[in-house]
């Protein structure tokens, strides 16, 4: 072990004698630089290490040849060599990366950059007060250099802010220092922690300008627009060392001082950093220079750092925890987002579409992104599980609201900024030059993410029995990402075949219905890859991400596993979603329905687990506080997902945009996740009531009534090919909603076979339409018909996928119709029932145009040379028309199982079986008679009509010899534009975009707000310092309740 | 009880000076003000039994501090005078 | 005016919360604490008559080394703002008077003995009040009085720093050696402790105060230099 | 506690001029004038830190007589306030001069010491 005053001998030594370097040996200058800045890096790691596998004891360091306190000691412990550790990396990694900038500037630049790291280190290592405060001053006075690396009138100004506002806190702190001294005739830290506090007021009111002065480098909101500024101006790989290293430094300092103070104190700085975090990511909506969004970014998170420790006295032994892979998460992210966004060279994030002509850096700022909103695998995921679980257990539910909307609010810009760079043009940007020196360091922070998170999973005790192995095998193919489609796509379908394969014999109960939609669905749907040319960049990482996390939620064993399976699905489906051409927009309101339902869930877990031994799913079995709150928390978290309405704004466009295959794997599977929470849900926990009388599930079951209508009646009322079908989607989901809601046999056993089927036939349209869509290049249907001739085996497909959907006779569909009205007539639900049987009827209306506007009619002109549906999108659908045919005429195949499954749970009420015939309570049904009976009538009026169809008058498609002007544009005057108008004109007012339009006022409102609180920061230095003196008045004003 | 009257007029003159070392309109003024209020308190700090600071007040507080005020606010005039 | 009012009232809340610390205070009759500590056994520790001395090169020597690196990072910051004007621009014109004679005779006599002034001061400084900053600020001074009455002299830039940088790594090297032959860093029982209060007791302080007087007056001297040639910057 | 006393003045004092200086810092629109602000800032904190270090009729912490040397610690003034001053003032020195550079160099940008005019960024 090297001793840790080698790291600050090494590092003066050498900046010292950087002096003595001339011009020309800047080389040489940097060289040693990076060696002395390699080699601090070295011991402090070692002695991590140390801590880590050899359990060694801390050591104190003294200076002088005295004990303390009559000699300043420092103190080199696991914290310590940890944030050392975090502080030099950030120093090396940074001086590779401005290496060309520094050779520039020259040996002044070096030792610069060699003093803000020494004074860094110390100020994590040292015990004695005052020798905080000269170091303090040290980084603070190299940071006002680093600044002024690139000098212009930009960075300029706001280095003389930065020096103002350090000089005021500075001088701040030393005043409270001295009086410090004063009362205790000490300056040693561990001292001051012995003393804890004297019945002198002025002693608490010394304490109290210490650690405000510390709380003020830590850049409180609203007293911060110098750090802002310093953000933004900075040279961004400078940036990233303040706010990686900085930023870190002052953390740990906040943390060695907290015990000083009072818990009031630790309250009200708890405060402060709920405030910092929101008011920061609120101000960050409307920013779009990358940097000083980044500054927001940075802010807010230290904010939430803040706020871990000022609930210290909550959170326990696991403060250090949680704060620590936030930490070390938003270390690495911040460094690593800065460093790109130098590279790219951009100050607004439109152009940021440019960085999509590097995959290595798209791949590492997406990663960041991932990684800053903490979402798994990365560390910040299993802090944030904790600390709202701690919370939790500790009634403290303001603070989990507080933090659970400020995160949601940086989701907002930074997923906004990721759709860019990935979707907004950037033919006409010229690309950015890339040097390994800078790259590398990136990559080595991203590679970082990866291992730190796994080594946080491997150290919590509920996160290592998390198997990794499904979004291993995701990742893994990355590395193989440069294969041909077909190699990769059939490597995918192998390694879900055998994972199924694996896992199929520990499936049971309703695991294994929804492992069968998820995975069998999986391979089916992504049978239609092949359809795909060339390489297929981005695709099969994130479809594996996403039924990785789709087998995740099958298989977890605790509520963490879940959650985390939960974040891993949602994941990949953003960016399966966002790969749609004009998906930026929708991949966004995705991604932020998931994340607010995911906080939601987040939040229900956390308050399901208050009181219980463990974490296991079997918990929300026996809720010991407020059942009902963790009910509807999980349950609106699910609802999210299947997009009840309400919720549902984000379904349409993020269906309808995306890829042919894509559909129907977000469609018809990733829906089935939220039905899969609902059914956990409601075994679970069975029905709660609100204020003891008012049953959740039955409310439930009017919101599933309402939305099969409203689903509908949208998808009716849809131009949109693909759109339809996802409205229609919304009204499924609501049916099985209603159906679970009914908590009965007949309910479940309909909700459970029209998830299946939903499946088969949502998928089945969606390929078949994805086709025709492929072939005809528009989703209008008004701009398609006809297309029977040239397609006829795309038509079979929808014609039996409409079938199935509407509910007729003979398929499955209606199978699970059936069942339903039955189950309705048990519950007594006559109003619901009334609306589903409404909705039922709507579902006729869409599914007739579906097929009347795109098959039948007149071929377009431009479609006369139109080719049937590529082969492999063809193969998944008569794969699924073939099974739904089976079940069809033997329908207790698929019903008898699932009945045997639900049996347990709901004993009574379900189905007598005799071969195919059916009774319940209300009746007899035998598929295998239907399906013959109506085959037959159906072949009877076809041959009908084949044999009268000559009489047939064929109509213009833009005929408008009827109208009395020349129609403004040439669809209003065809006759499948605005299909059912009738229908619009009488119940139009209800499919007006209202629930649209309340969540973008909820949006655009958020942003205002913003836009109205930056204004503080006006720019000018003077009103900042008395932003901090304003501050330090109300902070203590609130600390002290008075004068 | 001559040196409490000696701090009072100290203390006295030192808040003047640094009042007009903010106050006056004209810059020389107010940087030799500053300077003042610093060589004052280098005075007080000998009645405190503290020469050393007082020493490096005198040198370093008001002495080079003053010299590059005055360095810097002669270059920014000429700078103004140039243009 | 407005805004002044609200200055004030922020201010006058600012002199409210500070007035505890001036209404808890106490006159004190004895030392307590460290203090104590120092006065009565730096005479044996230590060795330097000058407690203040004791106080700054050995016990907070680490505080000093920090002190001096502020100085080294000021000098260089402002050196990286001048950095563009590697080229010399000649200014024949004084800083803030004209160079007369007189100034330039004066100064031919003055500055050798400011300096030897400065070094008396660091030298002596575990002896008597002053020591390596006075004595460096001393020096410093010496150079800016050179600088104002003959504006074209040039001086030697490397020689600054590598005055600069020797004194700073010597610095850092005693300390080091401090670890080897005494207790700890900046130990100053590395040399023989001397009888008390003569010019060599004290061990390593009036070395390090040697090297502290040389590095800031190097550094100073620095910041006036470099203030000086920074008349034209773009 | 004894308001009449020179530490107690003193301390006063140095609280006034530490207020005066954020005043200055606070309201004046020049950053020259700004800077002076800062420097009296330091004074003042410079001064409270002496006068609390201050014991009432005591010598300064310079044993350079014989009966100093005992029994130390009921004859001096405390060295330890003594020598933080000295640090802060030179930490006060580093920090002035960079921020006059500073100021110079703004100057050069805009030709105008305003404080005001140097909020090209915001928000």
């Known amino acids: 072990m090297v001793a840790p005053i080698y790291i600050i001998a090494t590092l003066l030594g050498v900046a010292f004698a950087l002096g003595l370097f001339g011009k020309k040996m800047n080389s040489m200058a940097g060289l040693l630089s990076v060696v002395a800045l390699g080699f601090a890096s070295f011991i402090s790691l070692e002695w991590l290490a140390g801590f880590w596998l050899y359990d060694r004891a801390a050591e104190y360091i003294y200076t002088a040849g005295f004990k303390p306190p009559f000699s300043i000691n420092l103190l080199m412990g696991k914290d310590e060599a940890l944030f050392t550790s975090l502080i030099n990396i950030a120093g090396f990694f940074g001086t590779v990366y401005l290496w060309d900038k520094l050779k520039k500037i020259g040996s002044n630049g070096y030792v610069t950059l060699m003093g803000m790291i020494l004074g860094l280190n110390v100020i994590i290592m040292t015990r004695d007060l005052f020798n905080l405060f000269v170091f303090l001053e040290i980084s603070s006075i190299a940071t006002a250099g680093l600044i002024i690396f690139s000098q212009n009138l930009k960075t300029i100004a706001a280095g003389f802010k930065y020096m103002l506002a350090t000089g005021i806190i500075s001088g701040i702190l030393l005043l409270g220092i001295i009086f410090m001294y004063y009362f205790t005739g000490t300056l040693n830290i561990d001292d001051f922690l012995a003393v804890h506090s004297l019945a002198v007021k002025g002693f608490g009111v010394a304490v109290f300008f210490v650690l405000i002065s510390i709380v003020l480098e830590l850049k409180p909101f609203p007293a911060n627009g110098w750090g802002l500024d310093v953000y933004e101006s900075a040279d961004s790989g400078i940036a990233a060392m303040i706010s990686a290293g900085t930023a870190t430094a002052s953390f740990f300092v906040m943390y060695k001082l907290l015990p000083l103070g009072t818990p009031q104190f630790h309250m009200v700085l708890a405060g402060i950093g709920l405030a910092t975090f929101i008011g920061s990511n609120l101000m960050g909506l409307k920013q779009t220079n990358p940097n000083r969004l980044l500054g927001y970014s940075s802010i807010g998170q230290v904010g939430l750092l803040v706020t871990i420790l000022g609930l210290s006295e909550f959170l326990g032994e696991r403060t250090t925890f949680i704060a620590y892979s936030i930490l070390i998460s938003h270390f690495l992210a911040k460094a690593g987002l800065f460093w790109i966004s130098g590279i790219v060279k951009r100050s607004e994030i439109k152009e940021w579409a440019v960085l999509r002509n590097n995959r290595l850096l798209l791949i590492l700022f997406g990663v960041f992104i991932f990684t800053l909103i903490g979402f798994p695998p990365f560390p910040s995921f299993f802090g944030k599980w904790d600390l709202v679980l701690n919370m939790a257990s500790n009634n403290q539910y303001f603070w989990i609201v507080g933090i659970l909307i400020g995160s949601l609010l940086e989701g907002v810009y930074l997923f906004r900024w990721l759709g860019y760079a990935l979707k907004l043009d950037n033919a006409e940007m010229p690309a950015f030059e890339v040097k390994w020196n800078k790259v590398l360091p990136i990559a080595v922070f991203g590679a970082a993410t990866f291992v730190v998170g796994y080594f946080v999973s491997s150290i919590h005790p509920y996160a290592k029995i998390i198997n990794y192995i499904p979004l291993a095998v995701a990742l893994a193919f990355v590395l193989i990402d440069f294969l041909p489609v077909y190699v990769k796509n059939t490597l995918a379908i192998l390694a879900m075949a055998y994972y199924y394969y694996y896992l199929y014999p520990t499936l049971s109960s309703f695991g294994a219905v929804f492992g069968a939609i998820f995975m069998v669905g999986g391979i089916v749907t992504l049978i239609a890859g092949y359809a795909f040319k060339g390489q297929r960049r981005g695709f099969y990482p994130f479809a594996l991400m996403m039924f990785a996390g789709l087998i995740g939620l099958i298989e977890a064993k605790t509520t963490l596993g879940f959650f985390y399976a939960w974040e891993v699905m949602t994941v990949g489906s953003y960016f399966l979603i966002i790969r749609g051409k004009k998906s930026m927009p929708h991949a966004l309101s995705y991604m932020l329905f998931s994340m607010g339902g995911a906080y939601l869930m987040l939040a229900g877990f956390a308050i399901a687990s208050v009181g219980q031994f463990n974490l296991d799913m079997s918990t929300l079995s026996h809720v010991l506080v407020h059942p009902t709150w963790v009910f509807i928390l999980l349950a609106v978290g699910f609802l999210t997902k299947t997009a009840s309405l309400g919720l549902h704004i984000w379904l349409p466009g993020a269906h309808a945009e995306a890829e042919t295959d894509v559909s129907p794997m977000v469609s018809a599977i990733l829906l089935k996740a939220g039905v899969f929470g609902l059914v956990t849900l409601f075994l679970a926990m069975g029905d709660q009531l609100i204020g003891g009388d008012v049953s959740v599930i039955y409310l439930l079951g009017w919101l599933g009534a309402i939305t099969a209508v409203m689903g509908n009646l949208m998808a009716a009322f849809q131009e949109d090919a693909k759109r339809l079908l996802a409205y229609s989607s919304v009204g499924v989901l609501g049916y099985i909603l209603f159906g679970l809601s009914l908590m009965s046999h007949l309910g479940w056993l309909s909700a459970v076979s029209i998830s299946v089927t939903h499946f088969m036939f949502k998928s089945l349209l969606f390929l078949a339409i994805g086709g025709v869509v492929w072939r005809v290049k528009t989703k209008e249907m008004y701009r398609m018909g006809g297309l029977i001739k040239r397609m006829p085996f795309s038509f079979f497909s929808v014609l039996i996928g409409i079938i199935v959907l509407a509910g007729l006779p003979p398929l499955s569909g209606f199978s699970g119709k059936w069942i339903f009205y039955n189950a309705v007539m048990a519950k007594e639900w006559y109003l619901q029932g009334a609306l589903i049987f409404f909705s039922g009827m709507i579902a006729f209306l869409y599914t007739f145009r579906l097929i009347h506007s795109v098959f039948l009619g007149q071929l377009k002109d431009e479609h006369r040379e139109v080719k049937e549906a590529p082969f492999w999108i063809l193969v998944p659908q008569y794969m699924i028309i073939g099974v739904l045919l089976y079940f069809s005429a033997i329908p207790n195949s698929l019903l008898k199982p699932i009945g045997k499954i639900i049996s347990p749970y709901f004993p009574t009420g379900g189905l007598e079986w005799t071969g195919q015939h059916a009774v319940s309570t209300y009746g007899y049904w035998n598929g295998l008679v239907i399906f013959y009976i109506v085959i037959a009538i159906f072949v009877t009026v076809l041959v009908w009509l084949i044999i009268n169809n000559r009489k047939a008058q064929k109509v213009k498609q833009f005929n408008i010899v009827f109208a009395a002007e020349r129609p403004f544009k040439p669809e209003t005057s065809h006759y499948a534009y605005n299909f059912y108008a009738h229908y619009r004109k009488a119940i139009g007012i209800l499919v007006e975009p209202k629930i649209t339009g309340w969540w973008e006022g909820v949006a655009e409102w958020a942003h205002a707000m913003g836009d109205k609180f930056r204004k503080i920061y006006n720019g000018n230095g003077q009103s900042y310092l008395i932003h901090i003196m304003a501050f330090i008045v109300i902070i203590y004003l609130i600390s002290f309740g008075g004068f | 009880m001559i040196l409490l009257l000696i701090t009072i007029v100290l203390g006295v003159v030192m808040l003047i000076a640094a009042l007009i070392a903010v106050y006056n309109k004209d810059m020389k003024t107010a940087i030799i003000a500053a300077g003042l209020t610093s060589l004052f308190a280098s005075v007080l700090y000998v009645l405190l039994a503290a020469p050393d600071v007082a020493l490096t007040e005198a040198s370093i507080g008001s002495g080079l501090t003053t010299l590059i005020f005055f360095y810097v606010y002669n270059k920014i005039r000429r700078n103004n005078a140039q243009e | ?234 | 506690m004894q308001l009449f006393s020179i530490e107690y003045i003193s301390l006063v004092v140095g609280f006034l001029i530490l207020l005066i200086g954020i005043w200055g810092i606070l309201t004046r629109k020049n950053i020259l004038k700004m800077v002076i602000g800062f420097s009296l800032f330091d004074t003042g904190t410079h001064i409270i830190i002496v006068a609390l270090g201050y014991v009432r009729n005591k010598t300064a912490p310079i044993l350079d007589q014989a009966n100093l040397q005992t029994n130390t610690a009921q004859k001096i003034v405390d060295p330890v306030p003594q020598a933080l001053v000295l640090t802060a003032i030179v930490i006060g020195l580093g920090v002035t001069a960079l921020m006059l550079v500073y100021a110079m160099k703004l100057h050069n940008e805009k030709k105008t010491l305003n404080i005001e005019k140097y909020n090209d960024l915001k928000w």
């Open chain 3, 1 to 234: 005016m407005l805004r002044n009012s609200l200055i004030l009232l922020v201010l006058l809340g600012f002199a409210a919360a500070v007035f505890p610390l001036v209404h808890s205070y106490e006159a004190k009759d004895t030392l307590t604490g460290v203090a104590e500590h120092y006065a009565n056994y730096g005479k044996e520790e230590v060795g330097a008559a000058n407690l203040v001395s004791a106080v700054v090169v050995t016990y907070r020597g680490f505080d000093t080394l920090g002190e001096v690196t502020i100085l080294f990072l000021a000098s260089a910051v402002i050196g990286l703002f001048l950095k563009v004007s590697e080229t010399h621009t000649k200014d024949s014109r004084s800083v803030f008077f004209k160079s007369t004679e007189i100034l330039v005779t004066a100064s031919r006599l003055l500055v050798p003995m400011i300096m030897l002034l400065g070094a008396y001061i660091f030298i002596n400084g575990h002896l008597t009040p002053g020591g390596g900053f006075q004595g460096g600020a001393v020096i410093a001074s010496a150079f800016a009085l050179l600088l104002l009455s003959r504006p074209q002299k040039q001086f030697s830039h490397k020689l600054i720093s590598v005055i600069e940088s020797i004194s700073g790594i010597t610095f850092v090297f005693i300390g080091l050696l401090g670890i080897l032959l005494a207790g700890g860093f900046l130990d100053n029982h590395i040399f023989a402790m001397g009888k008390f209060g003569t010019l060599l007791s004290a061990g390593a302080i009036p070395i390090i105060y040697i090297l502290i007087g040389l590095k800031v007056g190097s550094e100073l001297t620095g910041i006036v230099r470099n203030l000086k040639e920074s008349q034209k910057v773009g």
